[in-house]
């Protein structure tokens, strides 16, 4: 499923990687409707394939990058939303939470932060704002929409993630060919998102997350 493989970063196990969702089902799960489609595909992966991930890389740590002015603390645990930007075009983002020998983490904090389609933050409240813990197997998942430009950045998104008991990685998340992000100074080819067509006019975009 080369739609799903990072071309940088962790070089998940085969065996991992299958428990991705196709894209075919990302697909049909998207177009029947309920945005909780990527984590219904990933409830049918067998999840004894996880027992043993047999990845001996030490993988670079994902790169931190500045939080920028726009942070909100204490937002809301949220996977959603979509309700926040009705006008947005949908994107889904998923991956794994990893160890630098690719052992998923299980609970670890992911917070997820960005502008509208307008290129504006909500710094009154907590629209486009939300934090959710990685799953059994270091899964982790939003549905939003693409965040739209603003004066002086690329297209991106900001997320913090936390290994629990571990420092928190604050880090920003780009979009691949984006035409700003050569002039822009903060942007890095390690955290660029692999996106692909999702279902409905929507994308997905997959990281994978590499922390200490
Ligand atoms: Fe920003």
């Not at 990527?38 to 890389?57: E, G, N």
């Not at 630098?100 to 290129?119: F, I, M, S, Y």
Request: hydrophobic share 30%; charged share 25%.
């Amino acid at each position: 499923m080369p739609h799903f493989r990072r071309k940088r970063g962790c070089k998940i196990s085969d065996n991992l990687e299958k428990l991705m969702p196709s894209r075919r089902q990302i697909l049909s799960l998207l177009a029947a409707g309920p945005m909780l489609a990527p984590i219904s595909a990933y409830s049918t992966a067998p999840a004894q394939r996880l027992l043993s991930p047999p990845c001996a890389d030490e993988d670079d740590l994902t790169p931190s990058q500045t939080e920028g002015p726009y942070f909100t603390p204490n937002s809301p645990e949220k996977q959603d939303f979509t309700s926040d930007a009705p006008g947005g075009e949908r994107i889904t983002l998923a991956g794994y939470v990893l160890r630098q020998d690719c052992r998923p983490v299980t609970k670890a904090l992911v917070e997820l932060w960005h502008c509208d389609e307008n290129g504006n933050y909500d710094n009154d409240g907590y629209k486009l704002r939300g934090h959710q813990f990685s799953d059994a197997e270091g899964r982790w998942w939003f549905n939003t929409v693409v965040p739209g430009l603003y004066p002086g950045r690329t297209r991106h998104f900001h997320v913090k993630v936390q290994r629990p008991g571990a420092r928190i990685l604050t880090t920003q998340l780009y979009f691949p060919r984006e035409p700003g992000n050569v002039v822009d100074s903060i942007f890095h080819e390690a955290l660029v998102l692999d996106v692909t067509s999702g279902g409905g006019g929507g994308k997905f975009g997959r990281f994978d997350f590499v922390v200490q």
